[in-house]
């Protein structure tokens, strides 16, 4: 298992992380919820079990909610390091990158997968 953590500007209600590892190949489930923004906002989830090496990668939405826009699809992105971003397509089909998405009692459910470097 893995813990999914927030950053200073949001707390977590819950947070439930598992994985499998098969040689370089991470695969990543994960559900939480916001309890609440602290300060500013956020679209980020911290803490994967290894590091997104040398690869980044996209994984896919199960279930979200009560987030701070409503878009037709939520995209969960893995860059070079041990956090997921998570960026938004909306109605019109266009890619929203680096927006603050989760608001209080924000719930995201998805999964990715990702190569590491070990």
Partial sequence: TWTPA??????????????????RLVFVYFNFQVNQINSGSTS??????????????FGQHGYYVNLTLTPRSLVPYAGNGTNI????I?????????TDLFGNS??????IIYQTSS
Wanted: neutral net charge; charged residues 10%.
């Fill in 106 to 111: 924000s719930r995201v459910d998805g999964s």
């Fill in 90 to 98: 909306n109605n019109s089909d266009n890619f929203i990158l680096n």
């Fill in 44 to 57: 980020t989830i911290y803490g994967l079990p290894f590091t997104c090496s040398p690869n980044q990668a």
């Fill in 85 to 88: 971003m998570f960026h938004a």
């Fill in 6 to 23: 927030s950053n200073s500007n949001a707390t977590l209600s819950s947070a439930i992380g598992s994985y499998t590892k098969i040689g």
